[in-house]
């Protein structure tokens, strides 16, 4: 015999129970999957980029250089998340002209040791910690005053967007890099020109006799020739 709907109140509380509540983890379940974004917030997400795959030398220029030697150096400079793509261009090719100057300090590190080692039997007290500081700090203030013949080979950008939180603007940035390269014998003119001006801010006692002793060393296993020439505008980018 069936039962009167009445008489199954406890089973009817049940059922709707259990349907309102499924209802509702339904509807949870929904609002979370639409505010959950495609990736963690913070992520980059391209919008466009330069022709062609990113380039190995942004990323090993050293190894870059071994195989495109051919007399030039080259050095990669890079602005992150500018603005614009002009600002982009501009801080990246000071970033690599940055990296000349740190690459020419390198260069007087290695030739004051060779200096001292020529000088031992001479007067070697002339070499103090305090002297070598002093020569390599200068060689950063002054490079990239007197750096000749560093041009821009090439440069590769990408356009992104980042959300950094939930309801937060979306930024949109470019990352530009750049490829600069200068041949060897401006590279070895460019290291001559800053020992020059060395010369003339180090005030340490024995200086100019040391920065002697280095250019001297420099002198006789580079070609160096008087006259710098002013450095060529960037080329245009795709």
């Known amino acids: ?3 009167p709907w009445n008489d199954l109140k406890p089973v009817k509380a049940l059922i709707l129970g259990t349907l309102g509540f499924s209802a509702i983890l339904f509807a949870v379940s929904g609002c979370s999957s ?23 030398w942004i990323d090993n220029i050293q190894k870059y250089q071994k195989d495109h030697s051919g007399g030039r150096k080259y050095f990669a400079g890079m602005s992150i998340r500018s603005f614009d793509m002009e600002g982009g261009r501009t ?16 260069t007087v590190h290695n030739l004051y040791i060779s200096a001292r080692t020529v000088d031992a039997t001479g007067d070697a007290s ?9 020569i390599e700090d200068g060689t950063l203030q002054k490079a990239r005053g007197v750096i000749t013949g560093a041009q821009p080979d090439l440069y590769w950008w990408k356009k992104y967007w980042v959300q950094m939180a939930p309801g937060a603007p979306v930024q949109y940035y470019y990352n530009v890099y750049v490829l600069v390269s200068m041949s060897q014998s401006d590279y070895d003119q460019s290291v001559y020109q800053t020992l020059n001006k060395v010369q003339d801010v180090v005030a340490a006692p024995k200086a100019h006799r040391v920065i002697k002793t280095m250019k001297n060393l420099w002198l006789k296993d580079h070609s160096v020739q008087g006259g710098a020439t002013a450095a060529p505008a960037a080329n245009s980018m795709e």
């Open 1 to 3: 015999m069936i039962q």
């Open 34 to 56: 639409v505010q959950q974004p495609p990736e963690p917030y913070g992520i980059q997400h391209v919008v466009e980029h330069a022709k062609g795959d990113r380039p190995d």
């Open 91 to 106: 801080d990246a090719y000071a970033n690599a002209m940055s990296g000349i100057a740190n690459g020419m300090k390198n």
């Open 126 to 134: 002339s070499y103090t910690a305090d002297l070598q500081k002093a």
